[in-house]
């Protein structure tokens, strides 16, 4: 790298903020998203039997391996003028890259909840039942107990949507000062040829991403968890 | 750490989190723009690229200070049309004069308007297997392409380059293109010109984007009139910010953005980029 390579970066100085920001606040939201959503339901579809369970589970597991440039182009069309929620003029605003990058860690937020649930369900339901524990105690206890497999799910979805370019690129038009994100702006230096600040780019993602998934791995390893419990 | 520790730190996280969120257009370096006006001008990834807009808007901006806000979304050509085809983009600059003219007859734009041009140039690897030095015409130097069965990678994306080098192979009588020295590869003009660096081969480049890419690449052919790369302003029927968007075009055809157009690039690459060329059709 030379000298003019950081003084072109120092001119972009505040357009990299803005850049890196935004990265960070559309993941973000879509992570508290997907838990909402998520955690629940995987919680939920792994204590109780219910019909369908199995189709569920199976649906689950497929959308989150679902191509996420069709998610893109999907959640394009709804929001277009013409869609369903044109009206709402979402589209090429943070707001829509934070509906399809929901739609990406939701699914990937229950299906691994529900893995983590389910591997303890029944050893939980069999303990606490015979304690005499309500169904709410045993909802408390199980998410307790799989906590670790949780963590990995939100770990797992924060990679997946800080990563993700084709969807984000589609619904948000990376427009310069209002949805250009780390991952857009990767993708246009490369474009042109700028291959020096696509690669220090995708180092600054790489650094928010490892920092990120650090306070996660403290989640998993149970650091802010009191001693003795 | 213990709980109570934790559950500080989420909910000063939280708060710290709305606060960023809610002022996500002061992060993203301009003030809160519900009161601004915002028009949406769809273009190609190459005129994009080629910077011309960048500075090109900033002047248009500050004519009606803290009025207006122009949103540029660079894709490619078909998807442009397509977002002037649903409504998602006030104007449109493109240049597929074919395409463009479809779109006006279907009824998706109110007015067209020539806005600049620049020329297409065929490049390749400084060494020249095709022996493009002495071409007589760009139909003399494709049908050389085809016979020394040189390596040709095609932006094969109905963009405005890619019609146009459709029509030159038509031109110059190759039918065939179904060759493995004929890659199409479906993307940008930044891509093509990359893959056609390292592979030494040739392809079809609008001269902005070859100006202003870093590839290893010389000019084999160029000045035909064929080569002629006009680029059109269109304003799109179902648009809600009409008004503006007139601005807009106003703008862009009158005297200081046309002189802008035809200034821009001399600095940087000893050459302007686009020769201006209001009109309206």
């Given amino acids: ?229 | 750490m213990n709980k109570r520790w934790l559950l500080a730190l989420i909910i000063l996280s939280s708060i710290v989190f709305l606060i960023l969120y809610s002022n996500k257009f002061i992060l993203a370096g301009q003030p809160a723009i519900e009161s601004k006006e915002i028009i949406r001008v769809a273009t190609t990834t190459s005129t994009y690229d080629s910077g011309l807009l960048q500075t090109l808007i900033p002047v248009f901006e500050d004519l009606y200070p803290e009025q207006v806000k122009v949103d540029v979304i660079s894709v490619g050509t078909g998807q442009a049309l397509a977002l002037g085809r649903d409504g998602n983009a006030d104007l449109l600059i493109v240049h597929a004069r074919s395409l463009e003219d479809q779109f006006m007859e279907q009824g998706f734009g109110e007015k067209a308007y020539d806005l600049m041009s620049n020329q297409f140039v065929l490049v390749g690897p400084p060494s020249d297997p095709a022996q493009l030095s002495d071409a007589k015409s760009i139909a003399d130097a494709f049908q050389r392409i085809a016979f020394t069965e040189s390596v040709f990678i095609s932006r094969g994306d109905e963009s405005g380059t890619h019609v146009k080098e459709l029509s030159l192979w038509e031109l110059s009588n190759i039918k065939d293109l179904n060759k493995p020295w004929y890659l199409s590869i479906g993307q940008g003009m930044g891509a093509t010109l990359q893959m056609a660096s390292e592979k030494e081969a040739y392809t079809l480049a609008d001269q902005a984007t070859y100006l202003t890419s870093p590839y290893n690449l010389v000019v084999h052919y160029q000045g035909d009139l064929e080569l002629l790369n006009p680029y059109g302003l269109i304003l799109v029927q179902d648009s809600l910010q009409r008004e503006w968007a007139e601005r807009l075009i106003n703008f862009m055809l009158g005297e200081e953005g046309q002189a802008l157009i035809g200034s821009y690039g001399i600095d940087q690459y000893g050459q302007p980029l686009f020769i201006p060329q209001a009109k309206i059709r």
């Avoid at chain 1, 972009?12 to 606040?25: E, M, T, V, W, Y």
């Avoid at chain 1, 497929?62 to 191509?67: A, E, Q, V, Y």
């Avoid at chain 1, 690669?199 to 990120?212: A, E, H, K, P, Y």
Wanted: aromatic share 10%.
């Fill in chain 1, 1 to 229: 790298m030379d000298i003019s390579l950081f003084s072109t970066l120092l001119e972009a100085k505040q357009d990299i903020f803005a850049i890196i920001s935004l990265s960070f606040i559309v993941s973000s939201m879509a992570i508290f998203i997907g838990l909402i959503i998520g955690l629940p339901l995987g919680v939920g579809i792994g204590i109780f039997s219910f019909p369908g369970r199995r189709l569920c589970v199976a649906l689950i597991y497929t959308m989150m391996g679902f191509p996420t440039v069709l998610i893109g182009l999907i959640v394009y069309m709804v929001l277009s003028r013409h869609g369903w929620l044109g009206e709402l003029n979402l589209l090429f605003t943070p707001e829509a890259m934070i509906i399809a990058q929901s739609m990406l860690t939701t699914p990937i937020i229950m299906g691994l909840t529900f893995s983590a649930v389910y591997a303890k369900s029944q050893y939980i339901h069999d303990t606490t039942v015979s304690l005499g524990a309500t169904r709410w105690q045993l909802m408390y206890t199980v998410l307790r107990e799989a906590r670790k497999g949780i963590w990995v799910g939100v770990a797992t979805a924060f990679g997946r949507a800080i990563s993700e370019v084709g969807a984000v690129i589609l619904v948000g038009g990376n427009i310069v000062g209002s949805t250009r994100v780390l991952t857009t702006a990767i993708i246009l230096e490369t474009r042109k040829g700028h291959f020096d600040i696509a690669l220090l780019l995708g180092f600054v993602l790489l650094l928010i991403s490892f920092t990120v998934q650090l306070f996660f791995m403290f989640g998993m390893m149970d650091v802010f968890r009191s001693k003795g419990k």
